[in-house]
Protein backbone atom coordinates (compact mmCIF):
# COMPACT_ATOMS: atom_id res chain seq x y z
CA UNK A 1 0.00 0.00 0.00
CA UNK A 2 2.81 2.32 0.63
CA UNK A 3 3.66 3.22 -3.24
CA UNK A 4 -0.51 4.14 -3.62
CA UNK A 5 0.19 6.69 -0.63
CA UNK A 6 2.81 8.28 -1.76
CA UNK A 7 1.41 8.58 -5.34
CA UNK A 8 -1.78 10.25 -3.77
CA UNK A 9 0.59 12.55 -2.16
CA UNK A 10 2.22 13.44 -5.02
CA UNK A 11 -1.16 14.03 -6.79
CA UNK A 12 -2.14 16.39 -4.26
CA UNK A 13 1.34 18.35 -4.01
CA UNK A 14 0.71 18.84 -7.92
CA UNK A 15 -2.76 20.29 -7.42
CA UNK A 16 -1.97 22.71 -4.63
CA UNK A 17 1.21 23.64 -7.08
CA UNK A 18 -1.26 24.10 -9.87
CA UNK A 19 -3.78 26.01 -7.60
CA UNK A 20 -1.23 28.69 -6.44
CA UNK A 21 -0.23 29.16 -10.10
CA UNK A 22 -3.22 29.98 -11.35
CA UNK A 23 -4.29 32.47 -8.60
CA UNK A 24 -1.16 34.62 -8.68
CA UNK A 25 -1.42 33.94 -12.71
CA UNK A 26 -4.95 35.86 -12.57
CA UNK A 27 -4.29 37.77 -9.57
CA UNK A 28 -1.27 39.91 -11.57
CA UNK A 29 -3.62 40.19 -14.82
CA UNK A 30 -6.65 41.53 -12.97
CA UNK A 31 -4.05 44.17 -10.46
CA UNK A 32 -2.11 44.94 -13.98
CA UNK A 33 -4.86 45.68 -15.82
CA UNK A 34 -6.85 47.54 -12.86
CA UNK A 35 -3.99 49.62 -12.70
CA UNK A 36 -3.78 50.79 -15.98
CA UNK A 37 -4.99 54.16 -17.29
CA UNK A 38 -7.55 53.80 -20.54
CA UNK A 39 -8.92 56.09 -22.54
CA UNK A 40 -12.40 57.66 -21.51
CA UNK A 41 -13.84 57.54 -25.10
CA UNK A 42 -13.34 53.33 -24.72
CA UNK A 43 -16.39 51.25 -23.97
CA UNK A 44 -16.34 48.78 -21.25
CA UNK A 45 -15.96 46.08 -23.49
CA UNK A 46 -14.09 48.01 -26.47
CA UNK A 47 -10.43 46.45 -27.59
CA UNK A 48 -8.58 47.81 -30.47
CA UNK A 49 -5.45 49.90 -31.01
CA UNK A 50 -6.53 52.66 -29.03
CA UNK A 51 -8.71 50.83 -26.23
CA UNK A 52 -6.70 48.44 -24.06
CA UNK A 53 -9.26 45.88 -21.86
CA UNK A 54 -11.23 47.35 -19.14
CA UNK A 55 -10.56 45.71 -15.92
CA UNK A 56 -13.67 43.94 -16.40
CA UNK A 57 -13.17 42.69 -19.45
CA UNK A 58 -9.43 41.96 -18.27
CA UNK A 59 -11.37 39.66 -15.71
CA UNK A 60 -13.54 37.38 -18.07
CA UNK A 61 -11.36 37.45 -20.73
CA UNK A 62 -8.60 36.62 -18.46
CA UNK A 63 -10.65 34.28 -16.35
CA UNK A 64 -11.83 32.19 -19.63
CA UNK A 65 -8.38 32.01 -20.88
CA UNK A 66 -6.23 31.16 -18.24
CA UNK A 67 -8.90 29.30 -16.05
CA UNK A 68 -9.85 27.10 -18.88
CA UNK A 69 -6.65 26.53 -19.96
CA UNK A 70 -5.20 25.50 -16.51
CA UNK A 71 -8.24 23.59 -16.45
CA UNK A 72 -7.79 22.02 -19.08
CA UNK A 73 -4.54 20.90 -18.20
CA UNK A 74 -4.89 20.04 -14.98
CA UNK A 75 -8.15 17.75 -16.54
CA UNK A 76 -5.79 16.24 -18.69
CA UNK A 77 -2.84 15.91 -16.00
CA UNK A 78 -5.59 14.11 -13.69
CA UNK A 79 -6.68 12.26 -16.68
CA UNK A 80 -3.07 10.93 -16.90
CA UNK A 81 -2.74 10.07 -12.97
CA UNK A 82 -6.33 8.49 -13.06
CA UNK A 83 -5.38 6.68 -15.66
CA UNK A 84 -2.21 5.65 -14.29
CA UNK A 85 -3.42 4.76 -11.36
CA UNK A 86 -6.60 2.34 -12.68
CA UNK A 87 -3.81 0.69 -14.70
CA UNK A 88 -1.01 0.31 -11.26
CA UNK A 89 -4.87 -1.36 -9.87
CA UNK A 90 -4.98 -3.68 -13.07
CA UNK A 91 -1.80 -4.73 -12.48
CA UNK A 92 -2.17 -5.84 -8.72
CA UNK A 93 -5.19 -7.06 -8.96
CA UNK A 94 -3.87 -9.52 -11.97
CA UNK A 95 -0.77 -10.46 -9.93
CA UNK A 96 -3.66 -11.27 -7.01
CA UNK A 97 -5.16 -13.64 -9.26
CA UNK A 98 -2.44 -15.18 -10.65
CA UNK A 99 -1.48 -15.58 -6.56
CA UNK A 100 -5.07 -17.14 -6.20
CA UNK A 101 -4.88 -19.87 -9.51
CA UNK A 102 -1.71 -20.48 -7.83
CA UNK A 103 -2.88 -21.53 -4.89
CA UNK A 104 -5.57 -23.35 -5.99
CA UNK A 105 -3.35 -25.53 -8.48
CA UNK A 106 -1.82 -26.36 -5.45
CA UNK A 107 -4.38 -26.95 -3.09
CA UNK A 108 -6.08 -29.30 -5.74
CA UNK A 109 -2.63 -31.09 -6.29
CA UNK A 110 -2.59 -31.68 -2.80
CA UNK A 111 -5.47 -33.02 -1.98
CA UNK A 112 -5.37 -35.56 -5.08
CA UNK A 113 -2.63 -36.65 -3.25
CA UNK A 114 -4.06 -36.41 0.32
CA UNK A 115 -6.76 -38.24 -0.72
CA UNK A 116 -5.01 -41.19 -2.73
CA UNK A 117 -2.85 -41.33 0.61
CA UNK A 118 -6.56 -41.54 2.58
CA UNK A 119 -6.96 -44.73 0.01
CA UNK A 120 -3.69 -46.60 0.79
CA UNK A 121 -4.28 -45.92 4.51
CA UNK A 122 -7.51 -47.08 4.47
CA UNK A 123 -6.18 -50.34 2.78
CA UNK A 124 -3.39 -51.22 4.54
CA UNK A 125 -6.29 -51.12 7.69
CA UNK A 126 -8.13 -53.23 5.79
CA UNK A 127 -5.39 -55.39 5.02
CA UNK A 128 -4.14 -55.65 8.95
CA UNK A 129 -7.66 -56.76 9.65
CA UNK A 130 -7.69 -60.08 7.13
CA UNK A 131 -4.00 -60.65 8.54
CA UNK A 132 -5.94 -60.31 12.44
CA UNK A 133 -9.02 -62.29 11.12
CA UNK A 134 -6.84 -65.06 9.50
CA UNK A 135 -4.85 -65.27 12.89
CA UNK A 136 -7.70 -66.81 14.39
CA UNK A 137 -7.26 -69.72 12.35
CA UNK A 138 -3.97 -70.59 13.91
CA UNK A 139 -3.64 -73.37 15.58
CA UNK A 140 -0.98 -72.54 18.19
CA UNK A 141 -2.89 -69.88 20.70
CA UNK A 142 0.13 -68.53 21.64
CA UNK A 143 1.13 -67.77 18.79
CA UNK A 144 -2.17 -66.49 17.85
CA UNK A 145 -2.00 -64.29 20.32
CA UNK A 146 1.13 -62.37 20.05
CA UNK A 147 0.33 -61.95 15.89
CA UNK A 148 -3.03 -60.63 17.07
CA UNK A 149 -1.80 -58.21 19.57
CA UNK A 150 1.15 -57.10 17.51
CA UNK A 151 -1.82 -56.40 14.33
CA UNK A 152 -3.89 -54.45 17.19
CA UNK A 153 -1.49 -51.95 17.85
CA UNK A 154 -0.17 -51.92 14.10
CA UNK A 155 -4.30 -50.91 13.43
CA UNK A 156 -4.82 -48.05 16.25
CA UNK A 157 -1.33 -46.59 14.79
CA UNK A 158 -2.76 -46.91 10.81
CA UNK A 159 -5.99 -45.87 12.71
CA UNK A 160 -4.12 -42.77 13.91
CA UNK A 161 -2.16 -42.16 11.09
CA UNK A 162 -5.74 -42.62 8.76
CA UNK A 163 -6.78 -39.52 11.14
CA UNK A 164 -3.76 -37.12 11.16
CA UNK A 165 -4.01 -37.52 6.76
CA UNK A 166 -7.88 -37.01 7.13
CA UNK A 167 -6.82 -33.62 9.36
CA UNK A 168 -4.62 -32.62 6.68
CA UNK A 169 -7.07 -32.68 4.15
CA UNK A 170 -9.14 -30.29 6.32
CA UNK A 171 -6.27 -27.95 6.53
CA UNK A 172 -5.79 -27.54 3.08
CA UNK A 173 -9.40 -26.91 2.77
CA UNK A 174 -9.30 -24.17 5.87
CA UNK A 175 -6.51 -22.85 4.33
CA UNK A 176 -7.82 -22.51 0.00
CA UNK A 177 -11.30 -22.02 0.97
CA UNK A 178 -11.00 -19.00 -0.14
CA UNK A 179 -9.75 -19.98 -4.37
CA UNK A 180 -11.64 -23.01 -3.89
CA UNK A 181 -15.25 -23.79 -5.28
CA UNK A 182 -17.97 -23.92 -2.00
CA UNK A 183 -19.81 -26.85 -3.42
CA UNK A 184 -15.92 -28.73 -3.87
CA UNK A 185 -15.25 -27.82 -0.15
CA UNK A 186 -18.40 -28.82 1.56
CA UNK A 187 -18.21 -32.34 -0.84
CA UNK A 188 -14.41 -32.88 0.56
CA UNK A 189 -15.24 -31.77 4.08
CA UNK A 190 -18.42 -34.07 3.94
CA UNK A 191 -15.86 -37.49 2.85
CA UNK A 192 -13.92 -36.25 6.02
CA UNK A 193 -16.61 -36.64 8.26
CA UNK A 194 -17.87 -39.71 6.69
CA UNK A 195 -14.81 -41.72 7.14
CA UNK A 196 -13.92 -40.07 10.40
CA UNK A 197 -16.91 -40.92 12.00
CA UNK A 198 -16.24 -44.80 10.87
CA UNK A 199 -14.30 -47.08 13.53
CA UNK A 200 -12.48 -50.82 13.00
CA UNK A 201 -15.12 -52.59 14.73
CA UNK A 202 -14.66 -56.73 16.61
CA UNK A 203 -17.91 -58.73 16.00
CA UNK A 204 -19.48 -61.36 18.26
CA UNK A 205 -17.36 -63.96 16.92
CA UNK A 206 -14.25 -62.02 17.81
CA UNK A 207 -13.26 -61.17 14.23
CA UNK A 208 -12.84 -57.73 13.22
CA UNK A 209 -14.29 -55.59 10.66
CA UNK A 210 -14.21 -52.07 9.17
CA UNK A 211 -17.85 -51.30 8.69
CA UNK A 212 -18.33 -49.42 4.79
CA UNK A 213 -15.23 -50.27 3.51
CA UNK A 214 -16.35 -50.36 0.02
CA UNK A 215 -18.22 -47.16 -0.07
CA UNK A 216 -15.65 -45.18 1.92
CA UNK A 217 -13.54 -46.34 -1.22
CA UNK A 218 -15.81 -45.46 -3.15
CA UNK A 219 -16.68 -41.89 -2.10
CA UNK A 220 -12.98 -41.19 -2.18
CA UNK A 221 -12.38 -42.32 -5.93
CA UNK A 222 -15.01 -40.45 -6.58
CA UNK A 223 -13.58 -37.62 -5.29
CA UNK A 224 -10.39 -38.18 -6.59
CA UNK A 225 -11.97 -38.66 -9.87
CA UNK A 226 -13.64 -35.09 -9.39
CA UNK A 227 -10.37 -33.67 -8.63
CA UNK A 228 -9.39 -34.86 -11.89
CA UNK A 229 -11.15 -33.03 -13.72
CA UNK A 230 -9.34 -29.66 -12.94
CA UNK A 231 -8.02 -27.85 -15.44
CA UNK A 232 -4.68 -26.15 -14.58
CA UNK A 233 -5.38 -24.06 -18.09
CA UNK A 234 -8.63 -22.33 -16.98
CA UNK A 235 -8.53 -23.16 -13.37
CA UNK A 236 -12.10 -24.68 -13.41
CA UNK A 237 -13.37 -28.02 -12.87
CA UNK A 238 -14.83 -29.71 -15.76
CA UNK A 239 -18.43 -30.13 -15.36
CA UNK A 240 -18.18 -33.43 -17.67
CA UNK A 241 -18.08 -35.80 -15.12
CA UNK A 242 -18.24 -39.29 -15.91
CA UNK A 243 -21.60 -40.30 -14.97
CA UNK A 244 -22.16 -43.36 -14.91
CA UNK A 245 -19.27 -46.47 -14.57
CA UNK A 246 -18.96 -50.41 -13.95
CA UNK A 247 -20.14 -50.94 -10.33
CA UNK A 248 -16.79 -50.11 -7.76
CA UNK A 249 -18.38 -52.08 -4.91
CA UNK A 250 -16.82 -55.33 -4.68
CA UNK A 251 -18.77 -57.92 -3.07
CA UNK A 252 -18.72 -58.83 0.37
CA UNK A 253 -17.46 -62.32 -0.52
CA UNK A 254 -14.13 -61.42 -1.99
CA UNK A 255 -13.44 -60.12 1.81
CA UNK A 256 -14.74 -63.40 3.07
CA UNK A 257 -12.94 -65.53 0.98
CA UNK A 258 -9.58 -63.33 1.62
CA UNK A 259 -9.75 -63.75 5.21
CA UNK A 260 -10.94 -67.77 5.38
CA UNK A 261 -7.50 -68.15 3.54
CA UNK B 1 -23.39 -38.45 -21.53
CA UNK B 2 -27.14 -37.84 -22.11
CA UNK B 3 -30.02 -39.83 -23.73
CA UNK B 4 -28.61 -41.68 -26.89
CA UNK B 5 -31.89 -42.97 -28.91
CA UNK B 6 -34.39 -45.21 -27.71
CA UNK B 7 -32.88 -48.60 -28.21
CA UNK B 8 -34.40 -49.86 -24.78
CA UNK B 9 -36.22 -52.49 -26.69
CA UNK B 10 -33.52 -54.25 -28.93
CA UNK B 11 -32.17 -57.33 -27.61
CA UNK B 12 -28.09 -57.23 -26.41
CA UNK B 13 -28.13 -53.14 -26.38
CA UNK B 14 -27.46 -51.04 -23.07
CA UNK B 15 -29.55 -48.59 -22.60
CA UNK B 16 -28.29 -45.69 -21.09
CA UNK B 17 -29.91 -42.90 -18.85
CA UNK B 18 -29.36 -39.30 -18.92
CA UNK B 19 -30.70 -38.68 -15.18
CA UNK B 20 -30.50 -41.30 -12.51
CA UNK B 21 -33.15 -42.93 -10.86
CA UNK B 22 -32.80 -46.31 -8.60
CA UNK B 23 -35.60 -48.09 -7.01
CA UNK B 24 -34.31 -50.28 -3.72
CA UNK B 25 -36.27 -52.74 -1.57
CA UNK B 26 -35.33 -55.41 1.16
CA UNK B 27 -36.96 -58.52 1.40
CA UNK B 28 -35.84 -58.41 5.48
CA UNK B 29 -37.91 -57.91 8.09
CA UNK B 30 -35.90 -56.03 10.33
CA UNK B 31 -36.93 -55.29 13.63
CA UNK B 32 -35.00 -53.41 16.46
CA UNK B 33 -33.97 -54.56 19.75
CA UNK B 34 -32.79 -51.34 20.93
CA UNK B 35 -33.77 -47.86 21.46
CA UNK B 36 -30.99 -46.41 19.19
CA UNK B 37 -31.32 -45.09 15.45
CA UNK B 38 -30.71 -47.99 13.10
CA UNK B 39 -30.33 -48.47 9.55
CA UNK B 40 -32.59 -49.54 7.46
CA UNK B 41 -30.56 -52.80 4.98
CA UNK B 42 -31.52 -52.83 2.06
CA UNK B 43 -30.60 -55.85 -0.34
CA UNK B 44 -32.27 -55.92 -3.89
CA UNK B 45 -32.38 -52.91 -6.92
CA UNK B 46 -34.73 -53.16 -9.37
CA UNK B 47 -33.62 -54.90 -12.95
CA UNK B 48 -32.75 -52.83 -16.17
CA UNK B 49 -32.30 -55.12 -18.20
CA UNK B 50 -28.66 -54.73 -19.38
CA UNK B 51 -28.86 -51.13 -18.52
CA UNK B 52 -26.58 -49.39 -16.53
CA UNK B 53 -27.48 -49.04 -13.17
CA UNK B 54 -27.16 -44.87 -12.41
CA UNK B 55 -27.30 -45.48 -8.34
CA UNK B 56 -25.37 -47.98 -6.66
CA UNK B 57 -25.77 -49.36 -3.35
CA UNK B 58 -24.54 -51.41 -0.20
CA UNK B 59 -26.61 -52.76 2.10
CA UNK B 60 -28.30 -49.61 3.89
CA UNK B 61 -25.77 -47.37 1.94
CA UNK B 62 -27.37 -45.84 -1.15
CA UNK B 63 -24.56 -44.10 -3.02
CA UNK B 64 -25.02 -41.50 -5.51
CA UNK B 65 -23.31 -41.78 -9.12
CA UNK B 66 -24.71 -38.43 -10.61
CA UNK B 67 -24.38 -34.94 -9.17
CA UNK B 68 -27.96 -33.16 -8.82
CA UNK B 69 -31.68 -32.75 -7.21
CA UNK B 70 -33.36 -35.72 -6.43
CA UNK B 71 -36.42 -36.65 -5.13
CA UNK B 72 -36.70 -39.72 -2.45
CA UNK B 73 -39.47 -41.81 -1.28
CA UNK B 74 -39.08 -44.49 0.77
CA UNK B 75 -42.22 -46.96 2.37
CA UNK B 76 -41.30 -48.86 5.48
CA UNK B 77 -44.15 -51.64 5.40
CA UNK B 78 -44.39 -51.12 9.63
CA UNK B 79 -45.77 -53.50 12.21
CA UNK B 80 -45.09 -55.48 15.34
CA UNK B 81 -45.09 -58.62 17.17
CA UNK B 82 -46.98 -58.62 20.49
CA UNK B 83 -48.44 -55.95 22.82
CA UNK B 84 -51.37 -53.50 22.07
CA UNK B 85 -50.35 -50.48 23.37
CA UNK B 86 -50.04 -47.72 21.08
CA UNK B 87 -45.82 -47.68 20.01
CA UNK B 88 -44.21 -44.92 17.93
CA UNK B 89 -41.78 -45.70 15.34
CA UNK B 90 -39.51 -42.98 13.36
CA UNK B 91 -38.08 -43.00 10.31
CA UNK B 92 -35.86 -40.29 8.46
CA UNK B 93 -33.04 -39.77 6.17
CA UNK B 94 -29.21 -39.66 6.44
CA UNK B 95 -26.68 -38.19 4.58
CA UNK B 96 -23.23 -38.58 4.93
CA UNK B 97 -24.04 -39.99 8.60
CA UNK B 98 -25.61 -36.88 9.08
CA UNK B 99 -29.29 -36.32 10.07
CA UNK B 100 -31.11 -34.45 6.98
CA UNK B 101 -33.49 -31.96 8.92
CA UNK B 102 -37.60 -32.14 8.57
CA UNK B 103 -36.97 -35.71 7.46
CA UNK B 104 -38.56 -37.41 10.11
CA UNK B 105 -42.06 -39.24 9.88
CA UNK B 106 -43.88 -40.93 13.08
CA UNK B 107 -46.58 -43.64 12.58
CA UNK B 108 -48.20 -45.54 15.50
CA UNK B 109 -49.02 -48.82 15.48
CA UNK B 110 -51.62 -50.28 17.95
CA UNK B 111 -51.64 -53.86 17.61
CA UNK B 112 -49.99 -56.94 15.75
CA UNK B 113 -52.59 -57.39 13.46
CA UNK B 114 -52.02 -53.57 12.14
CA UNK B 115 -49.81 -53.37 8.61
CA UNK B 116 -49.44 -49.99 7.64
CA UNK B 117 -47.24 -47.90 5.00
CA UNK B 118 -45.76 -44.81 5.78
CA UNK B 119 -44.23 -42.66 3.03
CA UNK B 120 -41.56 -40.62 3.45
CA UNK B 121 -40.22 -37.87 1.14
CA UNK B 122 -37.47 -35.77 0.65
CA UNK B 123 -36.25 -33.66 -1.87
CA UNK B 124 -32.21 -32.74 -1.32
CA UNK B 125 -29.28 -32.19 -3.52
CA UNK B 126 -27.11 -34.84 -3.51
CA UNK B 127 -23.16 -34.83 -5.10
CA UNK B 128 -21.43 -37.58 -6.56
CA UNK B 129 -20.44 -40.45 -3.87
CA UNK B 130 -22.89 -39.20 -1.00
CA UNK B 131 -24.31 -41.94 0.64
CA UNK B 132 -27.97 -41.69 1.48
CA UNK B 133 -29.44 -44.21 4.72
CA UNK B 134 -32.84 -44.22 5.53
CA UNK B 135 -32.53 -44.42 9.44
CA UNK B 136 -35.37 -46.30 11.85
CA UNK B 137 -35.91 -45.88 15.99
CA UNK B 138 -38.87 -46.58 17.65
CA UNK B 139 -40.38 -46.30 21.48
CA UNK B 140 -39.98 -49.74 22.86
CA UNK B 141 -38.07 -52.86 22.31
CA UNK B 142 -39.22 -56.03 22.83
CA UNK B 143 -42.40 -55.43 20.96
CA UNK B 144 -41.05 -56.72 17.81
CA UNK B 145 -41.41 -52.74 16.42
CA UNK B 146 -40.10 -52.58 12.84
CA UNK B 147 -40.70 -53.09 9.11
CA UNK B 148 -42.11 -56.80 7.85
CA UNK B 149 -41.51 -58.55 4.55
CA UNK B 150 -44.70 -60.40 4.24
CA UNK B 151 -45.44 -63.23 1.88
CA UNK B 152 -48.74 -63.58 0.32
CA UNK B 153 -49.93 -66.87 -1.15
CA UNK B 154 -50.16 -66.10 -4.58
CA UNK B 155 -48.76 -62.64 -4.68
CA UNK B 156 -45.42 -61.43 -4.91
CA UNK B 157 -43.32 -60.60 -1.76
CA UNK B 158 -44.04 -57.31 0.24
CA UNK B 159 -40.73 -56.11 0.83
CA UNK B 160 -39.95 -54.35 4.23
CA UNK B 161 -39.23 -51.37 2.63
CA UNK B 162 -39.43 -49.84 -1.14
CA UNK B 163 -37.24 -46.91 -1.73
CA UNK B 164 -37.24 -44.99 -5.21
CA UNK B 165 -34.75 -42.28 -6.02
CA UNK B 166 -35.12 -39.58 -8.88
CA UNK B 167 -33.07 -37.18 -10.14
CA UNK B 168 -34.87 -33.92 -11.07
CA UNK B 169 -32.73 -31.88 -12.71
Given at each position: MKPSISHFQGTKFTGVLFFLAFLAGTSTIHFAAGVEERDSTCERFDWNQSCDLSPTAHLLVGDVLIAGGIGGVLAFIFYRLEHRNQMKIDKILESQQALNDRRKDYAIEHLKSTLNLTLFAMSTIRGSITHYNAARMLKEKSDQKWIQSTILSQLKAQEGKLGRILQNVRTILTASNDVLEPNVVSRIWGVCNYIIGIEVQQKEDGTMMYPKYNVCILKVRYLIQHLQ???????LFSENEEPYESPLIPSELGEVKEVQQ | MGLRGNTANQPGTNRDYRKAFGQFSSNKTQRLDSLTAHEIELDSQEDL?????TIDFEKGDIVIKQSGIYLIIACPQIGKVRGTIPRWIDFWVRLNNVDVQNSNIRAVVMDPQEKTVVPLNSVLPLNRGDTLNIMMAV???????GIEAIEPDGEPTIPSIIVTLVQLD
Amino acid sequence: MKPSISHFQGTKFTGVLFFLAFLAGTSTIHFAAGVEERDSTCERFDWNQSCDLSPTAHLLVGDVLIAGGIGGVLAFIFYRLEHRNQMKIDKILESQQALNDRRKDYAIEHLKSTLNLTLFAMSTIRGSITHYNAARMLKEKSDQKWIQSTILSQLKAQEGKLGRILQNVRTILTASNDVLEPNVVSRIWGVCNYIIGIEVQQKEDGTMMYPKYNVCILKVRYLIQHLQTYSPVNHLFSENEEPYESPLIPSELGEVKEVQQ
Amino acid sequence: MGLRGNTANQPGTNRDYRKAFGQFSSNKTQRLDSLTAHEIELDSQEDLAGGVHTIDFEKGDIVIKQSGIYLIIACPQIGKVRGTIPRWIDFWVRLNNVDVQNSNIRAVVMDPQEKTVVPLNSVLPLNRGDTLNIMMAVESMGEGLGIEAIEPDGEPTIPSIIVTLVQLD
